[in-house]
Nanobody
Framework: QVQLVESGGGLVQPGGSLRLSCAAS????????MSWYRQAPGKLRESVAA???????TYADSAKGRATISRDNAKNTMYLQMNSLKPEDTAVYYC??????????????WGQGTQVTVSS
């Protein structure tokens, strides 16, 4: 059984920074692409950033220049460093990963989400 657990959310002032983590655990064979999504109240879930197993990255326009996605393959962990945070970044942040296990071919898994609130 595979689990994704996010951490690092919280309350931060506008202009501040935070670093989210997403740790995968379980009987993991390999992890392909990993992504960060977010969902604000009353809005659809949207992509923030993604990273391939080889380290290639893509960002949503709203995150470009302010966010850095990275991963540590040895630790099965992904990170999202966000700087210059704005109130409109307030959302629940979710990680998503395409994971292969010994029993299950590649499929997507979601974390439970971590709340990020940007407010003075």
């Amino acid at each position: 059984q595979v689990q994704l657990v996010e951490s690092g959310g919280g309350l931060v002032q506008p202009g501040g920074s935070l670093r989210l983590s997403c740790a995968a655990s379980g009987r993991i064979g390999s992890i392909d692409a990993m992504s960060w999504y977010r969902q604000a109240p009353g809005k659809l879930r949207e992509s923030v950033a993604a990273i391939t197993s080889g380290g290639n990255t893509t960002y949503a326009d709203s995150a470009k220049g302010r966010a850095t996605i990275s991963r540590d393959n040895a630790k099965n962990t992904m990170y999202l460093q966000m700087n210059s945070l704005k109130p409109e970044d307030t959302a629940v942040y979710y990680c998503f990963a395409l994971i292969r296990t010994i029993e299950v071919p590649r499929r997507g898994y979601w974390g439970q989400g971590t709340q990020v609130t940007v407010s003075s």
